[in-house]
């Protein structure tokens, strides 16, 4: 499987049977979205900065709890909450799972939760996590690091959080990068990144594909 970032919290991953999903698509956001085709895309939540399925040629849209399939990939959706009471402030979350090629990748939309074991339990141990960083409307660097030192996944690729020409006011991803100092390697990567798994976590960031 290969993963590109289109910026934001959207990926597209792609299989190598060639079945490609599109994972939160943003709207107006400072940026245009690249124009795409894909098989799928999934929805963490309504906000026009993750659900602009209308950007995006797709068969399908899946923005609901549930397990779903679509070409070689199986995906799991479960609830999560927006923000840190309970959902109040700015609604539910969903996290999505994508399995194929014998790889697994979990995109945890705009988790609002504080770190807990809980919580940590229901995400699946991952090949790739693409986990929210800037804080503000989600988790911030410092609580991302506690569910990454929980988790433990083969590699992070940090998301939703401040780039260039982004207008949303969120932190960028020094913070981050300033809590994990010296825990584990990090890697930039242009273009598409191929999950390889191993047992030492790595940090890779992604560069925006601007297509």
């Known amino acids: ?120 339990r229901t995400i699946p141990q991952s090949d790739a996590l693409l986990i929210p960083v800037g804080g503000r409307y989600t988790i911030d660097a410092l609580t991302a690091a506690q569910y990454i030192g929980r988790l433990r996944p083969a590699a992070v690729i940090p998301m939703h959080y401040k780039t260039e020409d982004l207008n949303i006011d969120i932190a960028g991803p020094d913070a981050f990068l300033g809590a994990l100092a010296g825990k584990y390697p990090v890697e930039a990567v242009q273009g598409a990144y191929t999950p390889a798994g191993g047992e030492n976590t790595k940090i890779i960031i992604l560069q925006r594909e601007k297509i």
């Open 1 to 120: 499987m290969k993963i590109r970032y289109l910026g934001h919290s959207c990926f597209m991953l792609v299989s190598q049977a060639g079945t490609a999903v599109v994972t939160d698509p943003y709207g107006d956001i400072g940026y245009p979205l690249p124009h795409v085709h894909a098989d799928a895309v999934t929805v963490s939540h309504g906000h026009y900065d993750h659900a602009n399925v209308a950007g995006v040629d797709a068969a399908a849209v899946f923005c609901r709890a549930g397990e779903f399939a679509v070409g070689d990939f199986r995906i799991r959706a479960i609830p999560s909450d927006h923000d840190d009471a309970g959902g109040r402030l700015r609604g539910k979350n969903l996290i999505f799972t994508f399995q194929a090629d014998g790889v697994t990748v979990t995109h945890l939309g705009d988790l609002g939760e504080p770190f807990s074991e809980a919580r940590a």
